[in-house]
């Protein structure tokens, strides 16, 4: 529900916030949270542990604060981070270096294990003084993408001192970001309003597949992919669009959908409960897009706070069937949205959705946690 | 402690310790929450809105507080520790001189319930006895302070400390204990503590009228009187000097002064004890007197003190003027300035330049904001509500934002674009096109000409993109030309650069006619410019050479009129200058035109199928 939301103001701006996964079988949620800074002359890397369920009464009681377990200096703005198993976490950097940081659970520290610096560059790494901001990271243990200002894909293997491949000028603009659609391909956004597939196994440097957004050419900031149904993708926009591709089926999107008022930073689809989607953006709001159908299941939340939108019902379609976020008329099957932030000022920059664990981070040097937001 | 210093510290340490971040970004939360609050609510409701928004800010910097005192007992480094110490102390102070402009502005408490504030003020803001005892102990001439002869027995200072405060049941509890130690005093002890209880106090509802209580307090005084002049309390001068504080005697409660340690303690225990229905427009007498009495001749007012004294006098302007020049930041003043002027409370006072003091001091908090490298945005909130300035302030400081990253320029770039600043996102967008340039992104670039409708440099784009065709023979960045999409039209040249690809694409798939049409059509409605007609004629050499016919004798005459207007444009001069090269292409295109309108012409003559 809504009221367990706690906030903890930190004295730094938030560019990323992520849960550290859990394993494999685990039962209970998420209780550590990793947090990267932007806009400091100062950055910090941190780690952060919420207290656990067992203490919560029959009707909710007070979580607790987040607590700062663990930091570490990170030069350069975070614009990317991601875990890479339990211990590690891949951190994106505006200066255009990836490093692979490792928290040592025994004596609660953070230390830099692996760095590849000038992972991104413009024109010539030699020459260059600075780099090109590396602004996208995915991990697929070993494996390591990363996208950057510069057009350039790498791919890099945790531990190995060299990148594994580099296509250089892969976009002649910015690549936003980078995820997996298959082990052995990805998926990048730009600034062109495209949609690029690679095939990794090919050594060709180009992409398998271009998909553009129709109309105007808006700057694609974010993507995310269905974790059950490999063909549909949802990228954010920077007009604050949400727009849901089938990558089987055609080369534009197959629906638009209106909603923030301005960048849209960050997309996910629930991992575990795909029929949830929730997005960020920089006009200060959290989305959470709703097209579970079951009407029982409803979460008590979407009644409090915001706006909330509903559509009518018009139900009897199988959801195993055909994906609600592929049917091309959003109001003819159920879809409930909601923001989640009431009282919305700065730009939320980044979330991250584990189990029922909603975290959230914004410009106003503040991070949320949610650990119910199910209930 | 010495609650009346008020260190003034320099500007710099003051953005850039990290709690008072938390303090920065709190309070701007609740001062945008306040500006977009309901102005429709009236009366109570809204007071009572505003009240509340006085004690968040208020439980803001108590909070700020609470860190800065962790900070402080846990560095190991003595200049910190007394840094930090330090900041304890001015928020501290802080928060003594909201609270009481609360209590007196913002909630306007009346004859009554104003005393019951007054010592819920007075409560927040003591120190408990140990820390005295420990401070006297740790001072020069510790013999010299009463405290010093009565350390030993703490509770007997503890149960004056209450009475002080007007705690009155935990006064006579530990009262109990003293009246047990001895014995032979139990009447004693009984009467005082009857009369502790029966004290009428002033209540916050409906319950009794004014004058009601001043009545019963009235008799309850007189009763008191009588105790005392009756001798019952003859024999143990601890409870005699309690009765006579009851009875609000100056001397007798002037002899604590080590246990009250500040005027305004004293002031609120005389009111509470002489005056409990004090009005608040009676306040300044009593303050000014009591102040008087307490310094005693001995030591001046310090800044803490002249502003508490200007807010008793009910001189808002006069605790801005003071604060302002006491703090060395703008933050307390700004933010309690705008809540005041929420309470409709300041007359618009013009300063010479013409905005008023909310504004003045908003603006300043704001500029200082954006000094910050972190903190600009939230200035960006407060310009918002500076209706007379703040634009102008914001469109200054924007432009001098850094923009390290494309995702901070993105950012600036809405904020500008929300409030239309059309310049400033011109002027942004175009600095980041030229960086993009330099790096030969040409994909950012023309990105941002599009974000910033900007033709001219969506032309220059283009124009480098011609400019590697032409070195190069093919084209770069194919993955942008292709898909260049409704952008096409932002400039002609973009334009141009979008068909010409689609016409090498079209001769790629052997769609002849289609291309052929094109690109007649590229030179007869100018979408080219005329540096690349002598490109695009050559262009039309294979498609002139192809075995099957083309080009319509029309299309032909077209591109010949295009070859003579193309040459006759060039003087005497060039055409000297013109190599072999080029006096030849010319030739061959004249060749290949001749023949294929020669070869149309008889086409087109021939009826078909006969």
Avoid at chain 2, 183 to 208: A, E, I, R
Avoid at chain 2, 495 to 515: P, V
Wanted: with cysteine; aromatic share 8%; net charge negative.
């Amino acid at each position: 529900a809504m009221e367990d939301v706690c906030a903890k103001f930190v004295s730094q701006k938030i560019s990323k916030t992520r849960w550290r996964p859990l394993p494999a079988a685990a039962l209970q949620p998420p209780d550590l949270f990793a947090t990267g800074s932007w806009d400091n002359e100062d950055n910090r890397i941190s780690i952060w542990s919420v207290g656990d369920l067992g203490n919560v009464s029959l009707n909710g009681e007070y979580q607790g604060e987040p607590q700062l377990l663990c930091d570490i200096r990170h030069n350069g703005d975070v614009m990317d981070m991601q875990f890479l198993d339990q211990e590690r976490i891949v951190v994106a950097s505006s200066t255009g270096t990836v490093t692979v940081f490792r928290h040592h659970q025994n004596n609660q520290t953070l230390s830099a294990n692996q760095r590849w610096e000038k992972a991104h560059y413009h024109v010539d790494q030699d020459t260059s003084c600075g780099g090109a901001a590396c602004t996208g990271v995915i991990c697929n243990n070993p494996e390591i993408v990363t996208v950057g200002e510069d057009g350039r894909i790498n791919l890099f293997r945790a531990d190995q001192k060299d990148a594994v491949r580099t296509i250089d000028n892969a976009d002649s603009s910015t690549l936003h970001a980078v995820t997996f659609l298959r082990t052995t391909e990805i998926l990048t956004v730009n600034s062109i309003g495209q949609l690029k597939i690679w095939d990794l196994r090919q050594q060709r440097n180009e992409p398998s597949q271009i998909f553009s957004l129709t109309g105007d050419r808006v700057p694609l900031h974010c993507v995310d992919r269905h974790p059950n149904q490999q063909h549909v993708v949802a990228t954010g926009g920077q007009d604050g669009m949400l727009s849901v591709w089938d990558i089987r089926q055609g080369t534009m999107p197959v629906s638009l959908l209106n909603a923030h008022e301005a960048e849209m930073w960050e997309v996910h689809f629930h991992p575990s409960n795909p029929d949830h989607l929730f997005t960020c953006s920089e006009d200060g709001s959290l989305w959470h897009w709703d097209t579970s159908t079951d009407v029982a299941e409803k979460p008590s939340f979407l009644h409090q706070g915001g706006r909330s939108t509903t559509y009518f019902s018009h139900n009897t379609i199988n959801q195993s069937v055909v994906s609600a976020w592929l049917s091309n008329d959003p109001t003819k099957d159920r879809m409930e949205i909601t923001n989640l932030i009431p009282n919305q000022t700065l730009s939320v920059n980044s979330l991250d959705i584990l189990g029922p664990c909603l975290v959230y981070g914004t410009d106003a040097e503040a991070i949320y946690v949610n650990r119910q937001l199910f209930a | 402690p010495s609650s009346s210093r008020v260190f003034v510290v320099r500007k710099d340490q003051d953005i850039y310790i990290q709690t008072l971040r938390k303090l920065f970004n709190e309070s701007h939360g609740i001062f945008i929450g306040l500006q977009r609050s309901e102005e429709e609510l009236a009366g109570k409701s809204r007071k009572a809105q505003l009240v509340q928004v006085s004690k968040n800010y208020r439980s803001v910097i108590r909070a700020c507080m609470e860190d800065m005192h962790q900070a402080a007992i846990s560095t190991r480094d003595p200049a910190l520790h007394s840094q930090y110490s330090t900041q304890v102390s001015i928020l501290s102070a802080m928060e003594l001189i909201w609270n009481l402009c609360e209590i007196l502005f913002v909630e306007a408490a009346a004859a009554g319930p104003l005393l019951l504030r007054l010592l819920d003020w007075v409560r927040l803001h003591v120190c408990d006895v140990d820390n005295m005892v420990r401070e006297v102990l740790s001072s020069e001439n510790p013999s010299k302070h009463e405290l010093f002869w009565n350390a030993a027995n703490r509770w007997f200072l503890q149960v004056d400390v209450f009475v002080l405060q007007g705690r009155m049941d935990e006064a006579r509890h530990l009262l109990a204990k003293e009246a047990s130690a001895n014995p032979t005093s139990v009447n004693m002890y009984k009467t005082l503590d009857d009369l502790m209880k029966k004290m009428p106090v002033p209540s916050l509802g409906n319950t009794q009228t004014l004058t009601e209580m001043e009545l019963k307090w009235q008799h309850w005084h007189e009763e008191c009187q009588r105790y005392l002049q009756d001798g019952t309390f003859a024999s143990n001068s601890h409870m005699e000097s309690i009765c006579k504080i009851l009875l609000g005697d100056e001397d007798a409660i002037l002899e604590k002064k080590e246990l009250l340690t500040t005027w305004y303690q004293f002031l609120v225990t005389r009111l509470l004890y002489s005056h409990p229905t004090v009005k608040p427009m009676e306040l300044r007498f009593y303050a000014q007197a009591c102040m008087d009495l307490f310094l005693g001749g001995e030591s001046s007012p310090e800044p803490l003190d002249t502003i508490l004294m200007a807010a008793f006098e009910f001189e808002m302007h006069q605790v801005i003027k003071e604060c302002s020049i006491a703090l060395s930041n703008w933050w307390f003043v700004a933010h309690l300035t705008d809540l005041l002027d929420h309470c409709k409370l300041l007359q618009s006072h013009n300063l010479y330049f013409g905005s008023n003091m909310r504004e003045f001091l908003l603006l300043e908090y704001a500029s200082g904001l954006f000094s910050h490298h972190s903190l600009w945005q939230l200035g960006v909130d407060y310009f918002d509500h500076c209706p007379e300035y703040g634009r102008v302030y914001l469109e200054l400081h924007i432009e001098r934002i850094p923009l390290n990253t494309e995702q901070k320029a993105l950012k600036v770039l809405r904020i500008c674009e929300q409030r239309q600043m059309h310049e400033q996102v011109r002027s942004i967008c175009k600095i980041m096109a030229m960086k993009a340039l330099r790096n030969n992104r040409l994909g950012s670039a023309l990105s941002w000409s599009i974000r910033a409708k900007d033709a001219a440099f969506a032309t220059l784009i283009s124009d480098r993109f011609l400019k590697d065709y032409c070195e190069r023979g093919c084209f770069s960045d194919l993955d942008l030309i292709d898909n260049l999409g409704p952008s096409m039209l932002l400039s002609d040249r973009l334009t141009f650069l979008g068909k010409y690809r689609e016409f090498h694409r079209l001769y790629g798939e052997k769609r002849f006619s289609e291309a052929a049409k094109l690109l007649l059509m590229l030179m007869t409605a100018h979408i080219a410019p005329c540096s690349f007609w002598m490109t695009l004629l050559t262009d039309a050499l294979p498609l002139l050479e192809q075995k099957e016919v083309i080009f319509s004798a029309e299309q032909t005459y077209e591109l010949m009129r295009c070859l003579e207007d193309l040459t006759a444009g060039k003087s005497d001069k060039q055409k000297f200058q013109d190599d072999d090269v080029e006096t030849m292409k010319v030739e061959m295109l004249r060749l290949a035109l001749a023949r294929n309108l020669a070869r149309v012409i008889v086409k087109e003559g021939t009826l078909e199928g006969s």
